[in-house]
């Protein structure tokens, strides 16, 4: 059936308030303003710090908000429509002219952007000072944010250095192959004071109070004098194919893309003067029972948007602009904790605050990263273009033999920079039946529409029930299951008349059976009956429907035992043990399962990133360039992995799973700054002991990272490899090798040590190379003086003496296997400097910027001058 826009039974419930981006928090700016305002105390300990912060951005975790239905509805007809094309057995010569004639299609968009400031706080009045915000200027007149989005050679920053432009990053991210055009209007001034909009609702999670009405208020301002020619510009695409053509660039009565700027700084950057009145940054959308807002005096419909702070960077810009664009929120978005394996490696996580340097720090936000691979596939799906050249491979092709693939940097799509491996189906683990070893299972994801059908011939006689067992957990009204007799839901012992959420649903099941009473065993199975007396005498359809809509994803329902009776007279039985069934029954979305249930599809996902083009900004915090490797599981909706450790849509698997700093404190940001596998060792970061490279990925070792376990994945055993062969010296391009084994445990190769070093005066740092041995490696430094030893990976030593000494390190595996490595070292001990002692001054104190890897935050200190 087709659902336009209009239709209201289509469409999610509205809900109240607007949500709050996880993934855009800058910890680091919310304590600069927790101690401007005095709300942290210069000298309070780096965990009152950490608490503070984590206290002012925890309601960014606590409501979910759901896409409209039309659009999640239209993504899901999308994701059907590219699992058909996959699946088709098309020639390889076919295929390959599709992927040229993608290549070759461009994407244009045209963003309305609209400035608004409010009576309190005008945009020319801002309170702000240098210091404030990276992004500070004098003025921020409308000009700067036409630059800001759209200029094709970038703006000008703070320093009046160039930074990139969202038009820019675009084009780089795709290839050339999306424009990202639009215009600004404004400064327009707000009805109310900005407490209104953005103050923290206490009876709705403390969203922000009243953003539509300033998106509407701003919008409408905008377009008040624009001509019909030109407001028509702002629709030239059919997002959610309305009428049903699969013409999607066309128009549908809907500005495409609105992008509002307010003058405050954002809550998720401490929210500046306005602390938590602020506006917290985010994608929205307007009277989505309604099917948007209808502009007044005009023609046209206002629907999605997204809104950023007076001071936004790029980064804030494009990150929000890539959930217009269709794409999900890649951090943990349930709690802000330490984040989710994915960091700054993708705009849609951290990489939105990567910036340039301004000095020796980096300015926030200038120069964002680019997209996760999971990202990179479907902008290319859904857009064509030149976003990702990705090689699919099959996993069933590769052997113990193994197979060689040059792959290029990400940032390059002119030769394949991404490869696929999709992964053999896996068996999730789930509830026993209730008897026997077969229960029906409705299916769990998101718009589902999931029946179980089959024929009764009911007798001519009274009473007639049907009765089956069932537990089932189901998002509470938005997902419900119906049994229905020829097509009409009818009541039963636990079903609910009518539907607060969406008219014309009745007679349905929802939320948990463990909350109700007489519910048995752990699972919490409960007597299902439904009244089928009156149907005697007839052949009836009888069909169990699951309806889910596109979040909150719960696991179903399962179904044993199903029996028509009369009284106690058992007339039918299905107990799901036979794989066939004499009454036509049909599983379209159910299955039939056991104590497990069929995963759904896996892929590994390879990059090679480094410090170029868009992803530049890496360097500048720490990010060590090398070969990513990527686990997608659709068996998860989301990255929140504070509620499924391990478990992830998408992550990155890491290559050192050495703990960095405090692995209680310390954010994921940190810990996969060195995820790459690569064949050089890392550069010296605060914090990090283990800077040797790993350059082998092997599924049969632990990447779940115990010790900090959301910054892990769990991973099946199938006897997959990766191994970088080569790798060229700035990281532009590599040859891997994948490797499928039989489970048979080679003899490893011999181990070889050895180690590098550098020297500052009489102060070394020593680094190791291990190759080769099995197991953990342990280490015996000897430093060529009495009793200087050490059993660290990368120690440092400082001798007393000028001299020269001989160093020898032995490495041991954990089969007792040894090697040994010996090298000179000459030290100079410099001479001391005597310095004077000046008087004792008074004075105030300034604030000076550290990176403490422990607290994963900014710290401040009083330097007495």
């Given amino acids: 059936m087709f659902c336009g826009l209009t239709s209201a039974t289509c469409l999610s419930a509205p809900i109240n308030g607007s949500p709050a981006d996880g993934a855009i928090v800058n910890k680091e700016r919310v304590l600069y303003w927790l101690i401007h305002h005095g709300d942290v105390s210069l000298d309070d300990s780096d965990e009152v710090k950490q608490a503070a912060v984590q206290a002012f951005i925890e309601r960014s975790g606590r409501h979910q908000f759901k896409l409209p239905r039309v659009e999640a509805q ?44 409010f009576p309190d706080l005008p945009y020319n009045a801002n309170g702000l000072k240098a210091g404030d915000t990276d992004m500070f200027y004098s003025s921020y007149p409308p000009s700067h944010y036409k630059n800001l989005l759209f200029s094709t050679t970038g703006f000008s920053g703070p320093q009046s250095q160039n930074l990139q432009s969202g038009y ?4 780089a991210a795709s290839g050339g192959s999306f424009f990202f055009n639009g215009d600004v209007k404004g400064w327009y001034r707000a009805n109310n004071n900005a407490a209104f909009y953005g103050g923290n609702d206490a009876a709705n999670d403390d969203s922000d109070k009243a953003v539509p009405d300033l998106i509407k208020e701003a919008v409408t301002q905008a377009v008040a004098s624009m001509t019909s020619a030109e407001l028509n510009s702002y629709d030239i695409e059919d997002p959610y194919d309305l009428d049903g053509d699969q013409n999607f660039d066309e128009s549908d009565g809907i500005i495409d893309h609105v992008m509002v700027f307010h003058s405050s700084i954002g809550e998720e950057a401490g929210g500046g003067v306005l602390k938590d009145d602020a506006i917290w940054s985010h994608r929205h959308f307007l009277d989505q029972g309604s099917g948007g807002y209808t502009i007044p005096g005009k023609s046209k419909k ?33 709690k802000d904790t330490q984040g989710a394996p994915v960091g700054l490696w993708s705009l849609m996580a951290g990489g939105s605050w ?103 011939t009911l007798p001519i006689t009274s009473p007639l029930t049907l009765n089956f067992k069932a537990h089932w957990n189901i998002e509470q009204d938005y997902d419900y299951m119906q ?54 005498g007839q052949t009836k359809r009888i069909s169990l429907v699951y309806v889910t809509d596109e979040a909150s994803i719960e696991y179903g329902m399962a179904i044993d035992d199903i029996r028509l009776l009369n009284n106690t007279n058992q007339l039918y039985m299905d107990g799901a043990e036979s794989s066939t069934s004499s009454n036509d029954l049909l ?59 391990g478990e992830a849509l998408i992550a990155v698997i890491d290559a050192d799973q050495e703990i960095i700093g405090d692995a209680t404190t310390t954010d994921t940001n940190v810990q996969i700054r060195d995820a790459a596998f690569s064949l050089y060792n890392q550069k010296t970061y605060s914090g990090d002991a283990h800077l040797a490279g790993s350059s082998l990925f092997d599924d049969s070792h632990d990447y779940s990272a115990p010790l900090k ?82 059993v660290l990976m990368n120690p440092e030593y400082t001798y007393a003496v000028t001299g020269t000494y001989t160093v020898n390190l032995t490495v041991t595996d954990s089969l007792g ?49």
Avoid at 314 to 323: A, L
Avoid at 425 to 454: C, D, E, I, T
Avoid at 747 to 776: L, M, W, Y
Wanted: hydrophobic share 35%; net charge neutral.
């Fill in 709 to 790: 376990p959301m910054a892990g994945i769990k991973l099946d055993e199938l006897g997959f490899t990766m191994e970088v062969i080569n790798q060229t010296a700035d990281s532009s391009s590599a040859l891997i090798r994948l490797k499928k084994t039989d489970g048979t445990i080679p003899e490893p190769a011999a181990i070889v040590a050895s180690f590098s070093t550098t020297i500052t005066d009489n102060k070394v740092n020593f680094v190791a190379n291990v190759s080769g041995g099995s197991g953990v490696y342990s280490y015996l430094w000897e430093f060529g003086t009495a009793n200087a030893t050490s």
């Fill in 302 to 334: 206002l629907f999605g948007y997204t809104i950023q702070p007076i001071d936004a960077a790029t980064g804030v810009c494009t990150h929000e602009f890539g959930h217009d664009l269709g794409l999900p929120d890649e951090y943990d978005t349930s």
């Fill in 168 to 171: 820019q990053y675009f084009q």
């Fill in 74 to 117: 239209a993504e899901h007809n999308r994701a059907k429509r590219v699992n058909a094309a996959k699946s088709s057995a098309r020639p390889e010569h076919e295929i390959l002219a599709q992927v040229v004639a993608d290549s070759e299609i461009t994407k244009t968009v045209k963003v309305l952007a609209v400035l608004i400031d």
């Fill in 587 to 645: 599983l379209n979305g159910f299955s039939r399962v056991t104590d497990t249930r069929p995963g759904k599809a896996r892929r590994y996902l390879i990059q090679l990133r480094n410090h170029s083009g868009i992803d530049s900004g890496l360097k500048n915090r720490g990010y060590e360039p090398g070969v990513l490797l990527w686990l997608e599981n659709l068996d998860q909706s989301d990255n929140n992995v504070f509620n499924h450790e």
């Fill in 354 to 456: 990567v910036g340039t340097l301004a000095g020796t720090k980096p300015l926030a936000g200038t120069q964002p990263s680019g997209f996760s691979p999971y990202a990179k596939s479907y902008l290319q799906q859904r857009y064509k273009g030149k976003w990702v050249n990705e090689q699919s491979i099959s996993f069933d092709s590769l052997n113990a033999t193994g197979v060689d693939l040059p792959l290029n940097r990400a940032v390059d799509s002119d030769d394949v920079n991404q490869i696929s491996i999709a992964l053999p189906p896996s068996q999730v683990a789930f509830k026993a039946p209730f008897s026997g070893q077969y229960q029906y299972y409705s299916g769990q994801g998101n718009l589902l529409n999931n029946a179980m059908s089959f024929d009764l």
């Fill in 483 to 536: 049994l229905k007799v020829d097509g009409v839901a009818i009541a039963g012992n636990h079903t609910k008349a009518s539907n607060s959420k969406y008219s014309g649903i009745n007679n349905y099941i929802s939320g948990a059976s463990a909350a109700i009473a007489g519910a048995t065993g752990t699972d919490a199975w409960v007597e299902l009956s439904y009244d089928l007396t009156p149907y005697a």
């Fill in 817 to 865: 296997k040894s090697h040994s490595s010996t090298q000179t070292v000459t030290v100079t001990r410099p001479t001391p400097i005597v310095t004077p002692v000046a008087d004792a001054g008074g004075g105030g104190g300034s604030l000076t910027w550290l990176s403490l890897v422990g607290l994963g935050l900014l710290a401040w200190r009083r330097r007495f001058v």
